[in-house]
Structure formats: C-alpha cells, structure tokens
C-alpha cells in the first residue's frame, strides 16, 4: 500500500535512486540496541524500543552522547564507542535477507541503467557487514558512509555525495529512507524522499516524506525514468 504525500514541483522522471542502509535494505536496526545493550550489561542498563526511537537515524556520537546521559553514565564517549564498533560488526555479520521488493528494484534500476546508490550514516565497516550479509555486496553503483561526509543526517550532505558519484543531479535523484531524520535530509538535497516502512522499527507516515510505501514491492516504478 502506497500513501501520496507532497510531491508538489518535484523534478521527474528520475534518474538515480539512493538507498538509505538499515530500515530500507535489511531489518537491522534492532541489532544496533542489541548492541548498544550488550555494551551497557556491565552497567546494569538497557535500553528499551521507546527509549531507541528517540535516537534512530541520527549519528554514532549522537547516539551514544544521549544514552550515556540517559542513563547518567560517566564514561568515555569514545571507549564506548570503540566497543560498540566491534560489537556492532560482529552481529552485522550474521546472514540476513534484504527486506521484501530490495533486489526486484535493484533489478529493474539495472535493467533501465539507472545508477543505484547506497548512502547511509552508518560506518564503514558496519556496511561491508551488512552488505556481504545480505547478499548485497557489489549490487551499488555508488557507497557513502558516514566518514565520507563533514555532517551526518538530517543534514544532505550522505545524499549530495550519493548523487555527485553516480552523476545524476540532485533533482533527478529519488531517496528511499525510514527515519526522519533521512527524510528531511532528502528534501534538504532537493530529492524526492520516500518513506519505506517494511522493517519491523517502522516509523508512523513522517511529514518530510513526499511518499510513503509499506514495503519497496509496491514502489511506482513510473516514477522512474526509461534506459
């Protein structure tokens, strides 16, 4: 099921898609709270599903800077950190099917050689796992993680990088994202920006998003521009 949202003075067909990571291409959000509980067992704390909405999408410090005040923990941000790093690739590595519709898209963007990208405010290492998990390994024309950039959602900078690579100006770029922050870095690009809500973190419809999809099977493929 699709929900139209405001695409008023959007530029199309479009040339290029751009993938966030985590929420779009695989279910894996919930593997980072597992990770950043498996960090903070020896303190005693956890952190919940609720308490994780409130930091999805944003970036690593980000994260990890409210947690430990969450909690009021008095520690090293970059200890923690360097934890978290090695905890997160580990449980990135397990095998995972990309979420429903993610290679069919992948497809048909080959079949109409249209540059699809991936671009995701996660780290580097953390998207090798996750695409060698998947199966996705090699399926982008295009990866941008977060050390690439000076800033991280929801400024534009992940998506303007995405769409300087793949050569496709900004105005022909399509962007599948489920967070908001994501979202308002899309429209922060000037790119159409759908949201994706097949992962089980699912957010409710967001206002930045021009489109929302239940799942990538139900994406107009006439939103697309023709080989």
Known sequence: ???PGRQQGRAGPFRAVIFDMD?????SEPTYREAINLVLAPT????SEQQYEEVIGTSVHFTWHTILDMFSIEGD???NLRHYDQTVVELLRRPR???PGVRELLAELKR????AALATS????WAEALLQATGLDGAFDAVVWRQMVERSKPAPDLFLRAAELVRVEPARCLVLEDTAPGLEAAKSAGMLAVQV???STALPPQPHADLVLDSLEDFPLSLLAEA
């Not at 005693?44 to 952190?47: D, I, K, L, M």
């Open 23 to 27: 929420g779009v291409i695989a279910d």
């Open 77 to 79: 941000v970059e200890e």
């Open 44 to 47: 005693g704390h956890q952190v």
């Open 197 to 199: 809500r097949s992962a």
């Open 122 to 125: 996660s780290w580097k290492s």
């Open 112 to 115: 109409r050689r249209l540059p």
């Open 97 to 99: 099917p990309p979420l």
């Open 1 to 3: 099921m699709s929900q």
